[in-house]
Structure formats: structure tokens, C-alpha cells
Nanobody, 119 residues
Framework: QVQLVESGGGLVQPGGSLRLSCAAS????????MGWYRQAPGKQRELVAT???????NYTDSVKGRFTISVDNAKTTVYLQMNSLKPEDTAVYYC?????????????WGQGTQVTVSS
């Protein structure tokens, strides 16, 4: 059973920074990709950023240039550095790990961590 444990959320003023961490029970190389999604109240969950074991990254347009996804040297913890935060970044952020196996895609999720951007 894959476990993903997030940390690092909180309350920050607009323009501030936060770093989210996701500790996985398996190496990133055991997944096709890992990443972060977020869900704001009344909205659907949306992709924020993903990273592969080879270091390929992908970002949603609204966070490009502000957020950076990375993985530690042990390849078991994924980070999301969030700079220049805006009120519209307020959401519950979820860590995700994804595997593609014959015939289907399997997603694993963390419990979520709240990020609130407000003055």
C-alpha cells in the first residue's frame, strides 16, 4: 500500500512563500509521475505540477514562474516551492502518485494540506 504524507501548508500573506512536502513510502521511480493537485471550495480538483523520476516537470499555466516542483536526493520526497502567492492559490493541496499498468491508471493520494493566502 502506497502512503503519501503531506506537510507544510498554512496561512500566508499575498506575495509570501510556502514549501509543501510529500513523503512517499516508495521511490518516485516506482511511479510514472508524482505531483501536486489542488481543490478550492466549490471547484474541481486541478493539476498544479508534476515531476517524473527523470526530472521532467509540468506546470499548470497559472503557477508557471511562481511554483517549483522538485524531488529530494533519496527520491522519496517531493516538494512544491510556492512563491509570490496569490489569494486565488488558496486551496487544499493534495500529493499524487500515478502508475500506469496494463489497461488502467492508478492514482494514490495524500490526505491534503490547507494553503490559505490572505491578508
Amino acid at each position: 500500500q502506497v502512503q503519501l504524507v503531506e506537510s507544510g501548508g498554512g496561512l500566508v500573506q499575498p506575495g509570501g512563500s510556502l514549501r509543501l512536502s510529500c513523503a512517499a513510502s516508495a521511490s518516485i521511480f516506482s511511479f510514472n509521475a508524482m505531483g501536486w493537485y489542488r481543490q478550492a471550495p466549490g471547484k474541481q480538483r486541478e493539476l498544479v505540477a508534476t515531476i517524473t523520476g527523470r526530472g521532467n516537470t509540468n506546470y499548470t499555466d497559472s503557477v508557471k514562474g511562481r511554483f517549483t516542483i522538485s524531488v529530494d536526493n533519496a527520491k522519496t520526497t517531493v516538494y512544491l516551492q510556492m512563491n509570490s502567492l496569490k489569494p486565488e492559490d488558496t486551496a487544499v493541496y493534495y500529493c499524487n502518485a500515478m502508475r500506469v499498468i496494463p489497461g488502467r491508471k492508478v492514482d494514490y493520494w495524500g490526505q491534503g494540506t490547507q494553503v490559505t493566502v490572505s491578508s
